[in-house]
């Protein structure tokens, strides 16, 4: 009997039974935090080197600022402490004594760099200035789901300043198809990428573009944003460059970030019924050898076909299941739920022809291949499993992806079905209001491509075309 | 004139100078807290990525655990509460209200995640259980110094179980053993291994081993330590496990760290009148190489040579300087300053000869090369000074290692010269106390070798042969 709860049964349970089972975190006593186990946290190493290297390319160096805050940096910009002091976890006493100004742990970091920023930028030759730093933060949340939702979290924040709008809108884009490209190489995630409307924007924000991934539930996640800060926090920090033309400028800002969410956005696109399905690229184990045997010269004779096949194959993350005690039954289950791509078994019956079996997790399908072939077979194989996880979560999306043009429809179609709702929005924010309070849908994206037609909420002329969705 | 105070005119002004020159770190203004500027950061990501596949070859595994701990837990090991109290940052209030049990941020991780090694751990074939994170921690500072000592500061920290004590021995020894060979091929520092007094040791340790480093101001750092905490922990968080014999029995633990302190003791160790001097292993840029013209037309041949260059050396971390509007010598002071270990001139005349001029930044030395060598030259200078700054470093250990068999003697070297000293200890802790209170010596390690003779202070008879020094 599977240790998991079907996905059709209950989505929520199914979720936690695969963290659980996986072995990927566990929770914590302390509320709303948890500990990410070593299967669960190699997943997210993997994701920090690709996409650390990917930064760097970018010419955007590592930086570590601090994780306290002085509240009064959070108050000097208006919109931002509005957003974020209500998740602020807050030190009172340092050393034994209650400290002369309170400290926020950082529940993200522009207000505590760009105050100096305000230092390191003098001239335009200073511009432009990149810099990204790998760091935990704490947002006091209610409702807390591991890897998708939790008080404190790891990620990544971009933090940029240039010396115009031009240059802040490239560099918010640039970030923003850096996270698409590595959603789309490295996760297999197929991503809808837009603009937040001003109700869904970053606090402090000119405006955020986002990428939203959708879950197996119909539910959609919002896995990645860039954000162009225009000139808001340059005012509050007073950042200013003197020009070529000896002008003194306000600089133009952005900031971009991910976090241990995608961990959570790979078990809720890709997971099946059986458990987790781990694209090869970012599997902390790409293929695991079973060895089957009944008698000890069996053995013998199997495990040393493994280790042969282990080192024909020493390029990828290779483990072999010795385990004694267990069958072999309850090892594929166990690889199985942790979402290995590709299983090689190999028994008495295998090694006389020369062979082995590959399961493949993304189709469950099991092909017989000469132990010869591995070596080259593998790789294509592997970068075909990575491939398929990618199309069939892509063909889930556009499956998933429904226009309505009238209220009745669209509360019809989020009832049944879920996905991304396709519908006409005048672009004032109390239809947007509404259409929250009454259905809990919100506005995922605003598309570049114009509407024709009626806003789905007061029926007048609506010229944004707008992506709902009920979000994690 | 040199941006960079002499280190025989003021030794801390000269570091100070140093990390601000260098551009390693930056005040921030939150107290006791540094920001850490791309260049410190990217020697702190060369240390973490070699260290972090050494750690992984000792089949530990990394995972991650909430930054805040319940006081509670802290308070359930007495030893450790009356160690680490005294420094916790202590958050009171979460989203906007008063929490209504106190959350200190996390000095140490010891009781956080002992309390989950007791649900993890249940059979002897759950142990050993070896885990490693890497983290940031706080712990309230009086006097902080960039990276030598800070609030906070970014550290690895490993933590294990094992069946019983020899367990835990071996895997104390094997972290120091670690670290020291860490050190000596990879940051080319000789440290001075041994176990700590009990004085000296962690709170709630049974021992604590340790590596010293000796600044070249003769005062001494501590590097990395590695615990043996006993069954200390197992005890205050029950962590027990059924043994083979079907007992119940507690579990041995160890824990041990390093962090951004490293970063600090290759500025002290290393450094010379002239500002950093790194050795290439861990050096962000290993060759930089600066362009010499006075014509457009020199400056485009020379520049098509120093690409060339580059190119032959792509093995390495290379930089060309092409900065317009400095002179070449104003740049070699700069990256001699940084501690780049090889710069190559490069100028018309060179080009002539098909030559280049390397100059060592560990010597000064400057020797001419054919171009077409450089391939092969390369490799083995920079394995050459990255021999030789351990070399002169061992050697000033060396020859700052003194004996003083009675007081008199031991506050004249003190006061006069500095570095370990080496002399007899009776074991008694009011002796160590007195010693410290006058001098404000302490002893770094004990020696595994015997002493015959008489305590430094008492005059009665010592077996214990130990290193004092003033320490960092």
New interface residues.
Partial sequence: MSKVTPQSQDFSKWYLDVVKEADMA?Y???KG??????YG??I??NIQQELNQRIKEADV??????????ES?LNREKEHVEGF????????????KKLTEN?V?RPTSET?MY??FS?WIHSYRDLPLK?NQW??V?R???RTRPFLRTT?F?WQEGHTAHSDKAGADTEAHRALQMYKDFDREFLALPVLTGVKSDKEKFAGALYTLTTEALARDGKVIQAGTSHNLGTTFAKSFNIKYQDVDGELKEVWQTSWGVSTRLVGTLIVVHGDEKGLRLPPKVAPIQIVIVPIYKTDEERDAVLKAANQIKNDLKRFRVQIDERTGVTPGFKFAEWEIKGVPARIEIGPRDLAKSECVIARRDTGEKVSYEQSELFTAMPKLLDEIQENLYQQALKFQQDNTRSADNYEDFKKILEEKGGFIISGWCGNEKCESKIKDETKATIRVISEEKHSGKCLMCGEKADKKVYFAKAY
Same sequence: chains 1, 2.
């Fill in positions: 566990d914590s006593k302390v935090c948890m500990v990410i186990k070593p946290y190699a997210w190493e160096k590592n930086v570590y600022f601090p994780l306290l805050i002085p940096f002091a209500p998740e602020c976890a807050v030190v009172t006493h340092g050393g034994g400290l742990i505590i105050d100096t230092e810099i760091a935990n704490v006091w949340e209610m404190e790891l």
